[in-house]
C-alpha cells in the first residue's frame, strides 16, 4: 500500500509542473546568423525573430528563426520535447536546423550525440514543400527538386530521429502557416493524392453526372432569410420572386486529368501543370447570376475576396492562378465568371476529404455611418472517391512505422500467443524436466536476440519517466506509438499482470533478464562457482531496495528531466540490449559486473535492484489468479519448491509470494511430478506397501 501511495504522490507531483519554453534570445540568435544577416524584434504574437539580409543599401525579409519547443512541444523518447533551432526562409526551405537540446537516451552516453546533430543538420536546404522522407539517400540527387526527398536515419534510434521530423515539420508548417501564406492543415505526407490515371473524353453533362464538376444554387429567398432582420433585406424576397436564382456556382478539381484534359485544349493543360508544384491544388470556380464571386475589387492573382474555402475548422488560402486558357464550357456558362485558384501543397489540403467553399453576400445600410452585415453561403463540394489515392504506407506518421515493422509485429504477435498458451495450459510442457528446459532456454534465447538485440524491445524505466515528464508538461503521450515494439509488450505485460502477476514479463519477456539466466545457465554447465542463497530475512530486506530506487527515478522525473537521464542508467538496459555493449566504459562496467554478478547472486538486479521490476510488483497487486498450485502437505512438512526456487519466493509455510515469482514453471513441474514431489512419493510408496504385503499373503498361503 506505501508503494501505491508513494506512485500517486509523484504522478500528481509531475502533473503539477510547467511545460517547457524555449531558451533563446535575440543577442543569442545575433552570434548563431552573424552578418550579413540581422536578427530583429521577437514577433510579438507568434515566438519567432525576423532574419534579414543586406540586399544593396537596404535589409530584405530573409525568413524567421525559431525554436521548436515553443511551437511544437512533441515529447521525445524520454518525455522531454527536443529542442531545435530552425531557420525558415521566406519560401518555406529550410536555412538551418540545429540541436540546442535533448534528453534522448539512446543519444546521451550511448551512440553519442554526433550521429542526432548530423540528422538534424541534413534538413538544410530541403524546403517545406517538398515531402521529407527518412530512408535511404542513394537517390537524394535524382530527385532534386522534387517533392519527394529522402534522409539517412540513424540505426538504434528510430523513435528519437522520427519525434525529431515530426517537430521540425510541426514547427515549422506552424509559422509557414502564420507568416508566410501557408494556410493552416495536416502534414502535407498524411494526406490522399489525386489520381493522374483513368482519363476518358467526357462532356460537359458526363463530367456532371460523374460528381467531377458539381453544381450549387443560392435563390433569392434563401439569401433573403438569412438577412432576416437584419434591416437590409429587399422587398422583392418574398412571393414568386423568392425562387430565383440569385447566384449558380460550378466547383471542379482542375488538375484532376478527367476534368482537366476535358475542360482545356492540351496545350492549356499542360500550361496548367506547369504553373502548379507538385502537390497543389488547382480549383475551378464558375458563377453565373445576379451575384458571383468576382468583386468589384477583385485583382487577378490575388485572393477573392467573396469566395473562401475551409477543410474541417482550418481555413485554406485560394489565390488566382491567372490563367487565360479557354475552357471548353457549355454555351451558356461561356460569359460567366470562371476563375482557376490554386491551394499550395504545404497547406495540407486533403482531396479525399470534404471541401467546405462558402460564398460570402455583403450588404450596407445607414447613410453616414454605415453598417455592413454578411452572410457566408455553404458551397460543399467532394471530389468522388474513385478519384482519388490514399495515403502511401510510408508516410511520416507513427502509423507508417507499425507499418514498416509489420512482419517484425506478426512474430511477436506469435511469441506471445504462444507464451500465453503454455502459461494457461502449462501440464504438457512441465511433463519432463528435459521438456521444460528446452522450452524455456529457447524462448529466453528469443527474448534476447530477436526481441531485445534485433527488435529492441526492451521494457524500461525510461517508459515510465517519459510518461510523467510528458504529464507533467501537459502533453500528449502519442510518442510513445513511434516504438511499436515497446507498445505491443506493454500491452501484453498489461493484460498479464492482471492475470498472472509480474512474472510473465520479468521471467520470460525481458531481454537483460533473459541475457542473466542464459549466462548463468552457461556457467553452471561450465561448472564455474556456486551461486549465494541469502537468508531469507537478508533476502526480504535487500528485495526492499529496488522500491527506493523507483521512488528516486520518479520523483526526479517529476522535478529535473536532467537528473533522470542519470539516474535511469541503474537500469542496464540500454547498455547491454539497446546498444549491445557498445557504450562509454563506465556504463559497460555496470553493466557486464551485474551479469557477473548474476553467476553467484542469481538475478540479483532483477530481484533487488531493478526499479521497473518494482513497478511491476506494484501493479502486479490487481492480478486475479493464484494459478500455481498448492497441496496441504507445500510447507508442512515439504519445502522441496521452495529450496528449489531460485528466486526464494516461497515462504517456509509454502506460500507463494506472486510479486517475486518470476513464472518460471519449476515449481510446477515438482508439483505435477511423482517423481520429484515428496508429498506424491510418499503416496507412490504407501500404495506399494499394501500391495507387497498382499503378495506376501498369497505367497505364504
Known sequence: MTGRRLLAAVLLTGMALAAQAGVMTRAAL??????????????????????????????????????STDLAPIPGFSGTPINLLVALDAKGAFLDVRVLSHHEPVFLEGLGEGPLLRFAEQYKGLSLRQNIKI??????????????????????ATASVRILHQSLLASALRVARARLGFAAGSDPALLARVRRDGFRPMDWDALLQAGLVQRVRLSRGQVERAFAGTGVEEAEGTGAASGE??????LAYLNVPAVGRNLLSEAGWQHLLGRIDEGDHALLAIATGRYTFVGDRFVRGAVPDRLTLRQGELPLELRDLDLDDPLRLPAALRRADAKVFRVIGPAGLDPARPLDFALRVTREKGMLYGERVSRDFALPYRLPVDQVIAPQDEAKGWQAVWHARAWELAVLAGALALLAVV????????????RLARFRTGYLVFTLVFI?????????????TAAIQALAAGRSLGFLLYDPMSVALWAFAALTLVVWGRGTFCGWLCPFGALQELAAQLARRAGLGKRLRPHRDLDARLKRLKYAVLAVVLMLAAVSPAWTDRAVEVEPFKTAITLNFVHAWPFVA??????LLNLVLYKGFCRYLCPLGAGLKLLGHARLLKWIPRRAECGTPCQTCRHRCEYQAIKPDGAIVYGECFQCLDCVAIHDSPQRCAPLIARGRQRVIPVHAAAAVRSAA
Open 245 to 250: 436564382t440569385f447566384s449558380e456556382l460550378y
Open 452 to 464: 531485445g538485440w534485433f527488435a529492441q524491445g526492451q521494457l524500461s524505466i525510461v517508459h515510465v
Open 423 to 434: 502459461l494457461a495450459r502449462p501440464r504438457w510442457i512441465v511433463a519432463t524436466p528435459a
Open 30 to 67: 545575433q552570434r548563431h546568423f552573424p552578418p550579413p544577416w540581422t536578427v530583429g524584434e521577437k514577433d510579438a504574437q507568434l515566438p519567432v525573430w525576423p532574419i534579414f539580409k543586406q540586399d544593396m543599401t537596404s535589409p530584405v525579409l530573409a525568413g524567421y528563426v525559431f525554436e
Open 135 to 156: 530512408g535511404s539517400n542513394a537517390n537524394r540527387g535524382e530527385q532534386h527538386g522534387s517533392a519527394n526527398v529522402y534522409i539517412d536515419g540513424v540505426a538504434k
Open 590 to 595: 555496470w553493466a557486464g559486473g551485474l551479469v
